[in-house]
């Protein structure tokens, strides 16, 4: 069984930084298109950003496009999404997610596991 365990989050002020990682086992990780959603109080989750199997492409949600970015390490089964100058409305649960197809999904339902999600808050 694939498990995936988040790590990272916390509590920030807008313009700052913060970087989340996602360990992957159970599985052999590096076929596998990984994304990161979000879920803000009262909304729904939404996509963050994805990567396919090797890394070599990437694909991110509008709003983060320029700020965030999306790494993977298979060596050490790892994805990471680096947040930078963030913003209030960035605060949500960030959760990783996986999908057996290599290529980037940007649908809940095209990801075949979770990860339990991490908190992040950016204050004003």
């Known amino acids: 069984q694939v498990q995936l365990v988040e790590s990272g989050g916390g509590l920030v002020q807008a313009g700052g930084s913060l970087r989340l990682s996602c360990a992957a086992s159970g599985r052999t990780f590096s076929t596998d298109g990984m994304g990161w959603f979000r879920q803000a109080p009262g909304k729904e989750r939404e996509f963050v950003a994805g990567i396919t199997s090797g890394g070599g492409s990437t694909y991110y949600v509008d709003s983060v496009k320029g700020r965030f970015i999306i790494s993977r390490d298979n060596a050490k089964n790892t994805v990471y999404l680096q947040m930078n100058d963030l913003k209030p409305e960035d605060t949500a649960i960030y959760y990783c997610?996986?999908?057996?197809?290599?290529?980037?999904?940007?649908?809940?339902?095209?990801?075949?596991?979770w990860g339990q999600g991490t908190q992040v808050t950016v204050s004003s």
């Open positions: 997610a996986g999908r057996y197809r290599g290529r980037i999904g940007i649908m809940e339902r095209e990801y075949d596991y």
